[in-house]
């Protein structure tokens, strides 16, 4: 096990304070001819107290480059610049389709998860709205053809989400066309006759 010694020690004291510990490990090697690894001289000085007498706290009246900031501190070269639109921006009108294959519009309306003014909508719902107002409460707008990509406003239909259970229980996407209304119109009477159906059960 190396020991440094006392000749070390006082030489290390000496020469510290006029270079840097990268330094004085290279100069310490040469001068004693060794080949003391960098972690070992810096551990030495450190166990023998030996300081370089160099003072690197603030002095009085100095004053820190982010005085007065608070928080952000400016941009840098990554930032967005002012007008610069995200890669995957969409503008007003641009459409896409969901997961669930319902078309979805850029409306200008407020988000109301970000607050930014514009979102997307479904598009059906919007064509809806822009006729009729607002969906009301507990209700959703349906095509009454089954065709989610025909927007004729004809084919628009508004039923409460109870119409809808019962609705969906009869199948009425795979209806044929002929048979739809008369689904719809038995769905809207089990909905306000409060029946609750169940496939493959009768009603209670």
Not at 38 to 44: G, W
Request: net charge positive; hydrophobic share 30%; with cysteine.
């Amino acid at each position: 096990m190396f020991k440094y010694l006392p000749e070390h020690i006082a030489w290390l004291n000496k020469n510290y304070p006029l270079m840097s510990r990268k330094e004085i490990t290279v100069a310490f090697n040469q001068h004693f001819k060794l080949d003391r690894p960098f972690n070992s001289v810096v551990a030495c000085i450190k166990n023998h107290h030996i300081t370089s007498g160099k003072d690197c706290r603030f002095k009085k009246g100095c004053k820190p480059w982010n005085k007065g900031v608070n928080g952000y501190i400016g941009a840098n070269k990554t930032s967005f610049k002012k007008g610069n639109l995200p890669h995957n921006h969409k503008p007003l009108w641009s459409e896409r389709e969901n997961k669930d294959g319902y078309i979805e519009m850029s409306v200008p309306e407020t988000n109301p998860y970000t607050g930014f003014h514009t979102r997307f909508k479904c598009k059906h719902v919007w064509l809806w709205e822009q006729e009729n107002g607002p969906t009301p409460d507990g209700c959703a707008i349906i095509f009454k053809d089954g065709d989610n990509r025909n927007f004729d406003l004809s084919n628009l239909e508004h039923v409460t989400r109870g119409e809808l259970l019962a609705m969906n229980l009869h199948g009425y996407k795979k209806q044929p066309e002929e048979i739809k209304p008369t689904v719809l119109a038995l769905a809207r009477l089990e909905a306000k006759a409060g029946f609750r159906t169940q496939p493959g059960r009768g009603r209670v």
